[in-house]
């Protein structure tokens, strides 16, 4: 038996979306059918209107104008970049009151999945300082180390394409800077790798600890 | 932090959803930022285009014509009604190789959700065979019962709400049954219950093996 056309179309756009089987496309899709039409139309519509989110001509993340709100924003420090894979990190991260900019690559480098640096908004990064923008970025990488000094914190996924990307974006930076008088200017740092709060140290796999023991600070 | 308004009113339809927490509702919204908009608009038609599915005038399950292939199809037994809650019991129960007819009522009665009988289709399963339909339907409750035997096999879910609508199908079959001469042409039973094929006596709970003691059948 199947299903009628009107419900078989919607199961199978449902089923490609991750984590979705067809039992729960099946169940989503007649949810829906029991939903009134008005909420049907806004649901379409916004799927239709979601591609007029606009992508930052600075860091990269979507947002409503050609330039975030992060980025306009005279009160955070552009001289902090914090480089992420996806704009879902940057929410994570605003919530633990961060006050720097940020700088998304929209991926990692996955060469399994075809994915390569210039996939993502690396050379962008590279680039980021170098063309001064009124009002949004003034830093000159490596130009001026006593009063431009810039701090690129990667926070790439702790994983295997993270962690090659990180590596990636370390040596083209460094290339980048070396081409200055003096490469003082800019900071590369990672972010630190430990036990996360409300962690057991019991349960945490041998990497993680690995990672803690070498990440110790001074109390 | 704020998501554009574009990512959060796609968010926001996730959301209503079944199933579908925030985070989850976030990470399909970003999914989908990254799908052509060939697909997307693929999405939202089929969203749009959801409610063209028609409910079959007989047995009210929902198809693609005004009487559903279940019910236009003569190899079927018309004379054995399978009551379900919804089309989703119908997939799961042609699977089982059923021969007969359904009849869908769209939910269970619930009196704490406000889902009285009258919210079910229950009094057009009541009323069907009284109308004899030509090719689809042309039994008549309780007219002959030598020609006409008519059985009612009620499959709500075996929970409080499923078991409420079965007792009140039940009534209200007999009820209608006993204006007739004889009410011996409707024959009303219930779905078996006991252990599932590949259950352990040893973890099945209490009531299931009551109902399949008392379901037990000679061998």
């Known amino acids: 038996m199947k299903l009628p056309k009107p419900l078989q179309n919607l199961k ?15 169940r989503l899709t007649f949810y829906l059918l029991r939903v009134p039409q008005s909420d049907l139309d806004l649901f379409a519509s916004s799927i239709n209107n979601l591609k007029q989110t606009k992508i930052c001509s600075i860091c990269k ?3 409503e104008s050609d ?15 914090l480089v992420v894979q996806s704009p879902l990190d940057v929410l994570a991260l ?13 991926g990692a480098i996955n060469p399994i ?5 210039e996939e993502l908004f ?7 300082g170098r063309t001064p923008k009124t009002g949004a970025s003034d830093h000159v990488l490596g130009s001026d180390p006593k009063t431009h000094d810039l701090e690129v914190i990667i926070a790439t996924n702790p994983d295997l394409e993270g962690e090659a990307t990180a590596m990636y974006i370390t040596e083209k930076l460094k290339i980048q800077s070396s081409k200055f008088k003096d490469g003082e200017g800019l900071k590369i740092t990672r972010i630190g790798r430990g036990l996360p709060t409300g962690a057991d140290i019991e349960y945490a796999d041998e990497t993680t600890l690995k990672r803690a023991l070498e990440g110790r600070t001074a109390t």
């Not at 999945?113 to 640096?117: E, S, T, V």
């Open 67 to 81: 330039i975030c709100d992060v980025c306009s924003d005279q009160t955070r420090d552009k001289n902090t970049i």
């Open 12 to 26: 199978d756009s449902f089923e490609k979306l991750p984590g979705i089987g067809p039992k729960t496309a099946e």
């Open 113 to 117: 999945a075809g994915i390569g640096p």
């Open 94 to 106: 605003e919530k633990s009151g961060y006050k720097g900019v940020y700088h998304v690559l929209h």
């Open 122 to 128: 690396i050379e962008d990064l590279v680039q980021r």
């Open 61 to 63: 993340n979507v947002g």
